[in-house]
């Protein structure tokens, strides 16, 4: 049972152009959703999150909408730049546990070229 | 100031062996997790530590596998004769406090069963 699903397996974009990843989700419990970036051979950083409360969140090039009517998010980068280039997971968090404990999506892989 | 770190970085057994796998913390985290991530998988939720005490281990696939922390930083996951389905990359997290605060991730352990 995949809570969280990320269907697109790799992106290909032009560098300068937008990228956009997406995730969904069947748990409505969630309450708050991450993004982590991760290139090879190093652990996912993180890179931005929203809560369930709100639509949309900001950080410079970096932008995370939420549709919880569709149980639905994605990340927008504008613009793409080569160094965007790696694996971007999406995670819940699971509220009921009160642990932190976070589900992840499979990954997607963007490639920027330049 | 330091990360989380991992070690090995890299281990390969054979079939049947025990295998211990270790991960520092950031100074000062409370919250521990630990992940795997099979190959072409997200990341997989496996146990979690707060300090010194695992309230959720819900995600440990087996009896084989067991961790401890001590001292509220140092923990160890050890895998009991091990298995080939047991290949993973191993990954490791802290944070400030559990559920509010980001994960912090280690660079992960690859751990090969021939």
């Known amino acids: 049972d995949q809570q969280v699903k990320q269907n697109s397996p790799s992106l290909s974009v032009q560098e300068g152009r937008i990228s956009i990843l997406n995730c969904d989700y069947t748990?409505?419990?969630?309450?708050?959703f991450l993004w982590y970036k991760k290139y090879p051979a190093e652990g996912p950083t993180f890179l931005i999150s929203?809560?369930?409360?709100?639509d949309k969140n900001e950080d410079g090039r970096f932008t995370v909408f939420l549709n919880k009517s569709a149980k639905h998010l994605s990340l927008h980068i504008v613009p793409s730049q080569p160094g965007d280039s790696a694996v971007y997971f999406c995670?819940?968090?699971?509220?009921?546990?009160?642990?932190?404990?976070?589900?992840f999506g499979q990954g997607t892989t963007l490639q920027v070229k330049p | 100031g330091a990360g989380v770190s991992q070690s090995p970085s890299n281990k390969v057994t054979e079939k049947g062996k025990d295998v211990e796998l270790r991960c520092d913390p950031i100074?000062?985290?409370?919250?521990l997790y630990w992940y795997r991530q099979s190959l072409g998988q997200g990341l997989e939720f496996l146990i979690y530590?707060?300090?010194?005490?695992?309230?959720?281990k819900s995600g440990l696939p087996s009896d084989r596998f067991s961790a401890e922390r001590t001292g509220g930083s140092v923990s160890t996951l050890t895998i009991q004769r091990t298995q080939q389905e047991d290949s993973a990359v191993y990954l490791c997290?802290?944070?400030?406090?559990?559920?509010?605060?980001?994960?912090?991730f280690g660079p992960g352990t690859r751990l090969t069963v021939l």
């Open positions: 100074s000062g985290h409370t919250a």
């Open positions: 748990n409505s419990m969630f309450d708050y």
């Open positions: 530590f707060q300090g010194n005490s695992a309230p959720d």
């Open positions: 995670a819940a968090r699971v509220p009921s546990s009160n642990t932190g404990k976070l589900i």
């Open positions: 997290a802290s944070s400030a406090q559990a559920y509010i605060d980001t994960q912090y």
């Open positions: 929203i809560s369930s409360i709100k």
